[in-house]
T-cell receptor, first 112, second 112 residues
Framework: DAGVTQSPTHLIKTRGQQVTLRCSPKSGHDTVSWYQQALGQGPQFIFQYYEEEERQRGNFPDRFSGHQFPNYSSELNVNALLLGDSALYLC???????????FGQGTRLTVV | QKEVEQNSGPLSVPEGAIASLNCTYSDRGSQSFFWYRQYSGKSPELIMSIYSNGDKEDGRFTAQLNKASQYVSLLIRDSQPSDSATYLCAVSGYSSASKIIFGSGTRLSIRP
């Protein structure tokens, strides 16, 4: 059984560019959450998707947007990249009705 | 005040000893409590979940919860060098719709 998978694993972008990160949840999981983890910090909640809708959102600007597809996979889009967007972006998925979340391996984004 | 607080460490423990990690949280409505282990450069791995007051044991790990004191702890018995990692405390609500809030993590080092 494949776990949560994310792509790409590493990415280098230039300030002002746009980026799309992808996530496939574990089999049977219907809820996908995205987190940003800066060096030395805990993961910060960006937003959560369920039934193809954004269900909750953390304190992130509108430059951060997402999507969930009918197969429960998800994308995170970030527009107008800033140097401060450099971080590890983590996707986590959950079973229906459960609070436990399981993380993918993450995407390391570097903005130069 | 941070929502989830942890001592950043590093906490240095001799091999074979008990490592004790602590966490406090501010939201009295929190219902789900987690410990994640994160190795350097990797994503967080869920190692313990606890939902009711008291102790929960799983192998060498024991999670302790005291909702009245808003306090969660993780004990690691017979500490091994492979336990050296950052341990993230996380709290959430009662349903899969609840976002998970993470502390900044405690860095644990097991010395031979």
């Amino acid at each position: 059984d494949a776990g949560v998978t994310q792509s790409p694993t590493h990415l280098i972008k230039t300030r002002g560019q746009q980026v799309t990160l992808r996530c496939s949840p574990k089999s049977g999981h219907d809820t996908v959450s995205w987190y940003q983890q800066a060096l030395g910090q805990g993961p910060q909640f960006i937003f959560q998707y369920y039934e193809e809708e954004e269900r909750q959102r953390g304190n992130f600007p509108d430059r951060f947007s997402g999507h969930q597809f009918p197969n429960y996979s998800s994308e995170l889009n970030v527009n107008a990249l800033l140097l401060g967007d450099s971080a590890l972006y983590l996707c986590a998925s959950s079973l229906p009705g459960y609070t436990e979340a399981f993380f993918g391996q993450g995407t390391r984004l570097t903005v130069v | 005040q941070k929502e989830v607080e942890q001592n950043s460490g590093p906490l240095s423990v001799p091999e074979g000893a008990i490592a004790s990690l602590n966490c406090t949280y501010s939201d009295r409505g929190s219902q789900s409590f987690f410990w994640y282990r994160q190795y350097s450069g990797k994503s967080p791995e869920l190692i313990m979940s606890i939902y009711s007051n008291g102790d929960k044991e799983d192998g060498r790990f024991t999670a302790q919860l005291n909702k009245a004191s808003q306090y969660v702890s993780l004990l690691i018995r017979d500490s091994q060098p492979s336990d050296s990692a950052t341990y993230l405390c996380a709290v959430s609500g009662y349903s899969s719709a609840s976002k998970i809030i993470f502390g900044s993590g405690t860095r644990l080092s097991i010395r031979p």
